[in-house]
């Protein structure tokens, strides 16, 4: 690469917090700072989607894109070829270790399948090269069956057979380019599975076959020999009325009604959990305790727009609790935080795209530091104990066990006075916990 396409921009360094102005330097993310036992990268594994930060126009339903980007006016292999360029010099100035990517964004569909896999497999050479000579890894790769109208039922859960062959191949060929880019996760995001309507949907036979779709993904995989994680991330609607993947818990149940839970993991978003009537932290949670957590999209929404906004993530508040699921989980392992997000409309100078993800990058790793000073101090952990504490000992203990029985727990209550039930609960302090979240933030960031 010779030509620049950020000139504007040098490498951006750590500046800590002595100036309140952001700029383009990090306050908090200092990528090589050991903190909980880690390197700071290593615990957010940072990742650049290649879709929202050099495929997005800055477009929405009602108007036209603002961006303005160095590769303007190029189209076709040309254009895919300048973004590799630009992209690599982007990860370069910004720091970041990884990036992800879905098949279409990297290179332009053709006729058919063979064609378009061939551009595939001309930008993913370029890949390989500047992986060669820089740090860059890929976080995860996948298939965009939702964009083309072939997917306008579905793609795997689509009622026609040539749609579901055609979907197969498409996967078949981002499995291989896993393997080949080395990407440590393969994501499967349904963005088309599920229904608009009852009427003309048979659920059962839709599941039947996203369920098999699955199972063959991985028999190829292993196949192979890609060994990197299979995810599958929920969504509740946007653009079917009803996705089978709504969020995690029926992401995880369906996992475990077509025995996929010993095979996949969970890519959770923030910006989903929300749509589904969540937090970040539920969803993370739920997936935590079912052993499921694969990786994570970093973004957030509107709260006054009901609709996927993709914002980059600003929220201490979220961003701390988020990362506090991922401390008690001990990190992401294959997994990491992918921005899966872009600037707002107004905001479309490419100077942007480095300010917008400074402020993602730096909001989850003051968020990673308030979390490991909450999980240090036990704050939630000795509150938690103490409210459960008599599940540790007698009665409580006993139905843990499996030794009680509804006619002998009907025996221990029947004649206890309403005083003494009431006596048995205390205060779950709710308020007082929020206020010491708060503190904590305030004064680890001070």
């Known amino acids: 690469m010779t030509k620049s396409y950020f000139p504007n921009v040098e490498a951006v360094p750590f500046v800590g917090t002595k100036s309140l102005k952001a700029g383009l330097g990090f306050h908090y993310y200092n990528a090589d700072e050991e903190v909980g036992g880690k390197k700071m990268r290593d615990w957010l594994r940072f990742s650049v989607a290649y879709w929202h930060t050099f495929g997005q126009k800055l477009d929405d339903i009602f108007g036209d894109g603002t961006a303005i980007r160095p590769w303007d006016g190029l189209t076709g292999m040309d254009l895919a070829k300048a973004r590799v360029d630009a992209a690599f010099e982007f990860y370069d100035k910004l720091g970041v270790d990884f990036f992800c990517f879905h098949d279409r964004d990297i290179a332009p569909e053709a006729d058919t399948l063979r064609e378009t896999n061939k551009n595939i497999e001309e930008i993913t050479d370029m890949f390989v090269d500047y992986q060669k000579t820089s740090h860059m890894k890929v976080l995860w790769n996948t298939a965009n069956m939702f964009t083309n109208p072939r997917f306008v039922a579905g793609a795997a859960s689509s009622p026609f057979a040539d749609v579901f062959a055609y979907a197969a191949a498409q996967v078949k060929e981002g499995l291989d380019t896993a393997k080949k880019v080395g990407a440590e996760n393969y994501v499967f995001w349904g963005g088309r599975e599920g229904y608009e309507s009852l009427l003309n949907t048979d659920m059962k036979r839709e599941q039947d076959h996203l369920g098999r779709f699955?199972?063959?993904?991985?028999?190829?995989?292993?196949?192979?020999?890609?060994?990197?994680?299979?995810?599958?991330?929920?969504?509740?609607?946007?653009?079917?009325?009803?996705?089978?993947?709504?969020?995690?818990?029926?992401?995880?149940?369906?996992?475990?009604?077509?025995?996929?839970?010993?095979?996949?993991?969970?890519?959770?978003?923030?910006?989903?959990?929300?749509?589904?009537?969540?937090?970040?932290?539920?969803?993370?949670?739920?997936?935590?305790?079912?052993?499921?957590?694969?990786?994570?999209?970093?973004?957030?929404?509107?709260?006054?727009?009901?609709?996927?906004?993709?914002?980059?993530?600003?929220?201490?508040?979220?961003?701390?609790?988020?990362?506090?699921?991922?401390?008690?989980?001990?990190?992401?392992?294959?997994?990491?935080?992918?921005?899966?997000?872009?600037?707002?409309?107004?905001?479309?100078?490419?100077?942007?795209?480095?300010?917008?993800h400074i402020t993602g990058m730096d909001t989850f790793a003051a968020g990673l530091k308030v979390a490991l000073r909450l999980k240090q101090d036990k704050v939630f952990e000795d509150f938690i104990t103490e409210r459960y504490s008599s599940y540790d000992s007698g009665v409580g203990a006993e139905i843990e066990a499996g030794k009680q029985s509804f006619k002998t727990l009907n025996e221990l209550v029947l004649d206890k006075p309403q005083a003494a039930l009431r006596g048995a609960t205390k205060s779950g302090r709710w308020e007082e916990l929020e206020a010491t979240l708060n503190h904590y933030i305030v004064d680890t960031l001070k």
């Open 214 to 356: 699955f199972h063959m993904a991985a028999d190829y995989a292993k196949e192979i020999g890609y060994t990197g994680q299979l995810l599958l991330e929920p969504k509740p609607k946007e653009p079917m009325m009803h996705q089978y993947d709504f969020d995690a818990a029926t992401t995880i149940a369906f996992m475990k009604e077509y025995g996929l839970d010993g095979i996949y993991k969970l890519n959770l978003e923030g910006n989903h959990a929300n749509l589904a009537g969540h937090t970040y932290q539920h969803e993370i949670r739920v997936a935590r305790d079912a052993g499921l957590l694969g990786s994570l999209d970093a973004n957030q929404g509107d709260k006054l727009i009901g609709w996927d906004l993709d914002q980059f993530p600003t929220d201490l508040y979220e961003s701390t609790l988020a990362m506090y699921e991922v401390v008690e989980n001990g990190g992401l392992g294959k997994g990491g935080l992918n921005f899966d997000a872009k600037p707002r409309r107004s905001s479309f100078t490419p100077e942007d795209m480095f300010y917008a």
